[in-house]
Structures are given as C-alpha cells and as structure tokens.
C-alpha cells in the first residue's frame, strides 16, 4: 500500500475519533470512583454519542444562522425597494403638497419628490379620472395615463418616483425642482377651469 491511502482524512473518521475521546471521557468520569472493581464501567452505545454530538451540533449551527440572521436582516431591509409607495386614502393632493413643501424646506428631497408623486396620484383620484388603488405600480398608472392622453407632468412624477424607489437615483435640490416645476403645470391647468 501506498503512504498516501494512509494520509487520508473524512468526516467519518473525524466524527469516529469525536466519539471515541468522548466515550474515553466518559469511562474515566465513572471509573474514579470505583479504582479496582470488578464490574466494568457502564459504556454508551456509539449510535447514541453520535446523536448527542449532531445534536449540539445542528444547535450550535441553528444559533449562529439566527444570529446573523439577526445582525444582517436590518442591512437587507434597508436593501429592498419602498413597497409603501401608494396613496394613503386619508390625505388629500393638499396634504401631500404641504409634506412636500415641509420635507423640502429640510432638504429632504426623496421624501419631498414622493409627497409631489403622491399628491398627483390623489390629484388624479380627486378629479375622477384614475382612482388610487394599493395594488397599482406605477407601470400601471403609466399605462392609464397613456390611455387618458393625460399631460405629460404626470408622467414625469411617476417616472421619477419609479427611478427613486426602485432605480436607487439620488434625489437632489434639482431633482426636486423638475418634478416641483412638474407639480406646477398640473395646478394651472385646473386653475384656468375654475377662473
């Protein structure tokens, strides 16, 4: 035989040797007591070793995954896109334009651009023509835009609320003041009926 079949290393062999020292452990523990007797100390069975050391195994594994399960799921929320991204049936188009006009005061432009997209969106429902619904993405509202020939500042919020949310663009003071100049343009139109 060669020198190299002898060199080798498995899990088996490893896991035969855990039990043995073990077992070895065990004799000694039982066997201080009793020096010279002539009853052998008790012996546990190999199967029954092997399960108690795949059962602390297995455990000591299960409370390490939980545990960077536990450090890393704040890391991977922060990853995933806004889900809550639709119109809250509570606030009106007026709400909205204030949170916009409060977050961009602050220079928080995201918060700011998403409260202009918002109240467009509940603009649209107060006027009858798209009712805001939770369910809808914004590809959708896209496609009822398209279908009204509604103006193109709609558009403009939605395409720039979908490359916020889900693109991961930055939003900027410039940003802000296209979808605000956007905002704007849909105000004078209604302005121009009601005159």
């Known amino acids: 035989m060669a020198a190299s079949e002898f060199a080798t290393n498995s899990l088996g062999w490893q896991l035969q040797k855990l039990t043995q ?5 065990l004799e000694r523990l ?4 009793g020096g010279s007797s002539a009853t052998p100390p008790p012996q546990l ?7 108690i050391f795949w059962l602390l195994a297995l455990s000591a ?3 390490l995954i939980w545990q960077l399960y536990k450090i ?3 890391y991977w929320d922060s990853l995933r896109p806004n889900r809550l991204s639709r119109p809250e049936p509570s ?3 007026t709400d909205w334009l204030r949170q916009a006009q409060l977050a961009q005061a602050q220079s928080d432009y995201a918060v700011a651009c998403r409260a202009l997209y918002m109240a467009a969106l509940q603009k649209l429902g107060e006027q009858d023509l798209i009712a805001p619904q939770l369910s809808r993405t914004d590809g959708e509202y896209l496609t009822l835009l398209r279908s009204l020939a509604l103006p193109q500042p709609y558009q403009t919020l939605i395409q720039t609320h979908e490359r916020l949310y ?3 663009l930055s939003a900027s003071a410039e940003l802000y003041a296209e979808c605000w100049q956007a905002y704007q343009s849909l105000e004078l139109p209604a302005q121009s009926r009601t005159a």
């Open 30 to 33: 039982f066997s201080r007591g």
């Open 21 to 25: 020292w073990a077992q070895e452990g």
């Open 72 to 74: 890393l799921s704040p």
């Open 166 to 168: 889900f693109d991961r």
């Open 45 to 51: 069975p190999a199967w029954l070793l092997q399960s």
């Open 61 to 63: 594994a299960s409370w």
């Open 91 to 93: 606030r009106s188009a």
